[in-house]
């Protein structure tokens, strides 16, 4: 795992494995927020609409500003929520989501 480019909540700028409770599932809520966590390298996005819950790589082409506008900030998340985490793993269980097809998150 690579060390991330930002530093979290307490301030660990380590590898994540040996912070175990430091897990992130942030609610993306803002435009500044979806681009600082569009900017991250090792991290995923969840995203859950009406129809399916899928996790995708920040660097997906499905992760866009665009649709984030139409689903949180027009409609105000009534049709889709974003969420950042940094696990996989976690992020799946936790939203019970699909890899993305298109990015396919590893
Ligand atoms: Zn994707």
Redesign the pocket.
Same mark, same amino acid.
């Given at each position: 795992m690579e060390i991330y480019g930002i530093s979290n909540h307490n301030g660990n700028k380590g590898n994540g494995k040996e912070v175990g409770e430091d897990k992130m599932n942030i609610e993306i809520l803002g435009e500044e927020d979806f681009k600082h966590y569009k900017a991250i390298r090792d991290g995923y996005f969840v995203i859950i609409d009406t129809t399916r819950r899928?996790i995708?790589?920040t660097g997906?082409?499905?992760?866009n500003i665009s649709s984030f506008r139409v689903k949180v900030l027009e409609n105000t998340g009534k049709n889709g929520r974003y969420y950042f985490t940094d696990d996989l793993v976690e992020g799946r269980e936790t939203f019970r989501a699909e890899k /993305?097809k298109? /990015?396919r998150?590893k």
């Open positions: 899928l995708h790589t997906c082409s499905d992760v /993305c298109n /990015c998150p």
